[in-house]
T-cell receptor
């Protein structure tokens, strides 16, 4: 069965600290897609990244980086030099290529608080 | 429009009443999804539309929930005889629809439903 686990419910850091948000997934499909979304206090889910199961290259976008490891079924997200504006709930999600119509399976989310 | 829009942003209703929630997807997006976000259950998939048809209604929690989409654009989610457990934020997302399981979904701001 497909599942996404974000074991960290809440994380609190001080500005400029680095922080890693963990995501572990389960799927029987060999082709699948992984996503991260940010949900700031305003409530709207903002797309951050999409990664397919055949591309294990790590990705960096400014202060954000993602580490995809199929061997451990993990897709972790690191924010370097965190800022107060990074405070939000972050969701990891899975979409399977077969047997679904693209509906996303979400983790429970990690609430990140960055204090000045 | 530039993004996915939803209305109303907030809806308070009495138990037993019917409610309609509206979603206007990104222009040109043929795939449309409804999700529900509640404290206890996290983000749950409800229904998927490709054009005007709904090939996947597997997430609708009961027969009190229905949805339709007209003209391949606007969608309405209807909840009949609302119950207190229906209180949640209802999120709509749309994607290009060319390859639903791989396309990135873009979310609207949601409708917060409160059933008294």
């Amino acid at each position: 069965a497909q599942k996404v686990t974000q074991a960290q419910t809440e994380i609190s850091v001080v500005e400029k600290e680095d922080v890693t948000l963990d995501c572990v997934y389960e799927t029987r499909d060999t082709t699948y897609y992984l996503f991260w979304y940010k949900q700031p206090p305003s409530g709207e889910l903002v797309f951050l990244i999409r990664r397919n199961s055949f591309d294990e290259q790590n990705e960096i976008s400014g202060r954000y980086s993602w580490n995809f490891q199929k061997s451990t079924s993990s897709f972790n997200f690191t924010i370097t030099a965190s800022q107060v504006v990074d405070s939000a709930v972050y969701f990891c999600a899975l979409s399977e290529a077969w047997g679904s119509q693209g509906n996303l399976i979400f983790g429970k989310g990690t609430k990140l608080s960055v204090k000045p | 429009g530039a993004g996915v829009s939803q209305s109303p942003s907030n809806k308070v209703t009495e138990k037993g009443k019917d409610v309609e929630l509206r979603c206007d997807p990104i222009s040109g997006h043929t795939a449309l999804y409804w999700y529900r976000q509640s404290l206890g259950q996290g983000l749950e998939f409800l229904i998927y539309f490709q054009g005007n048809s709904a090939p996947d209604k597997s997430g609708l929690p009961s027969d009190r929930f229905s949805a339709e989409r007209t003209g391949g654009s606007v969608s309405t989610l209807t909840i009949q005889r609302t119950q207190q457990e229906d209180s949640a934020v209802y999120l709509c997302a749309s994607s290009m629809g060319t390859a639903p399981s791989t396309d990135t979904q873009y979310f609207g701001p949601g409708t917060r439903l409160t059933v008294l």
